[in-house]
């Protein structure tokens, strides 16, 4: 089956109304907003990179890159998808040195969003250190907020490609009961030294079926606007750990989450609000693969999503160019149609099944 590849213009022109909106939020700060003007400018480049590489050599070169560039993280959050995914055994994390030659390597190929999870990306001390030398990159840094002290804010105020999205459960109740006790008022300094410094922040809320009417009301939005926050990611709960199905959000729920909520908070705020996974129906299937969006792991194996961690490629022993000509992606991208199943809130999740089946028994595995 030939991968179809009617959505890319579409998703591009999506990418590129999400910096024009934040361009909009943004000119009572004219620093990032100078800033945006070279970030779209680099965005359209990025863009014709990619698709020369397609029409040149057959290479889906995706816009975005998540890269989960540590295990290490100083909270122990109850239902975490990267502990419940660790492998036992695994190999040593990115060094320095392939960090910066992997961010390079993307840049080159066209990638201008590199999304940093972890782990907590900044137990990586030398992160931001390595991300200064790619400024045609957007990083959000997706954190759990209690490692930003005034040095990293003065980094961010230098490096306003970097862009810290701090996760929250919901209110101070819900997030403490999830991230410990006294995480949210530790915070809540946070929010105010960024806020001091005219820092570009937002934050990363899981959407559960318990929190769903807290985080999406107007007082909760309007109480995030204030504290200085201009972005806020909605992502919807993976049940990984066993025993949290009832976490999953209802069918109501992620049908407000997919077609209209977003939409419905722009209208009405001056923020950024972005659903993930959100409608990928109008772009054909799911995203994962290589065609939107593909996840390196801390350890450099390519994966198709953060929630499916088969690859059988990686990068200690290829660039990401080969890496992303990898069997396994592009059976996952031909078969994107049979990724619609959601209930889940991720399809290479609730789909596993196909994706394990996808996997040849002559593929090296990672």
Not at 333 to 341: F, K, Y
Request: proline share 5%.
């Amino acid at each position: 089956m030939k991968e179809n590849l009617d959505f890319v213009a579409e998703f591009d022109r999506s990418i590129m109304a999400l910096f024009r909106n934040a361009l909009k939020i943004s000119l009572h700060n004219p620093p990032f907003a100078a800033f945006l003007l070279k970030a779209i400018c680099n965005q359209r480049n990025a863009s014709k990179r990619r698709d020369r590489l397609q029409q040149s050599e057959g290479i889906r070169i995706p816009p975005f890159l998540i890269a989960s560039i540590t295990r290490q993280c100083n909270l122990h959050c109850h239902g975490c998808y990267a502990k419940a995914q660790h492998r036992p055994g695994s190999a040593a994390e990115l060094s320095p040195d392939r960090m910066t030659e992997l961010f390079r390597e993307a840049r080159n190929l066209g990638v201008s969003i590199i999304l940093l999870a972890g782990g907590e990306p900044l137990m990586r001390p030398e992160l931001l250190g390595v991300t200064v030398g790619f400024p045609e990159i957007i990083f959000p840094i997706f954190t759990n907020g209690l490692l930003i002290d005034q040095e990293k804010t003065a980094a961010f105020a230098k490096q306003r490609h970097v862009v810290p999205v701090i996760s929250l459960e919901g209110v101070e109740e819900q997030t403490d009961d999830r991230r410990g006790k006294g995480v949210y008022q530790r915070l809540e300094s946070t929010f105010a030294m960024l806020r001091k410094a005219g820092i570009f922040f937002g934050t990363s809320i899981t959407l559960t079926r318990e929190n769903f009417d807290t985080v999406t009301s107007d007082g909760f939005v309007q109480r995030l606007l204030s504290k200085g926050m201009q972005l806020i990611f909605y992502v919807e709960y993976i049940p990984v750990q066993e025993g949290t199905e009832h976490l999953v959000l209802t069918e109501a729920q992620r049908t407000l989450t997919q077609t209209t909520l977003t939409q419905s908070l722009s209208r009405k705020y001056p923020g950024l609000f972005i659903a993930f996974p959100g409608d990928e129906k109008q772009y054909g299937g799911c995203l994962a693969a290589g065609r939107g969006f593909v996840h390196v792991s801390p350890e450099g194996h390519v994966e198709p999503c953060p929630f499916a961690p088969v690859s059988d490629s990686g990068l200690q022993g290829m660039s990401l160019k080969e890496a992303l000509q990898s069997d396994l992606l592009r059976i996952i991208r031909e078969n994107s149609d049979e990724l619609h199943d959601t209930s889940g809130g991720c399809a290479l999740w609730n789909r596993r099944d196909l994706v394990q089946s996808l996997v040849k028994k002559d593929m090296p595995y990672c």
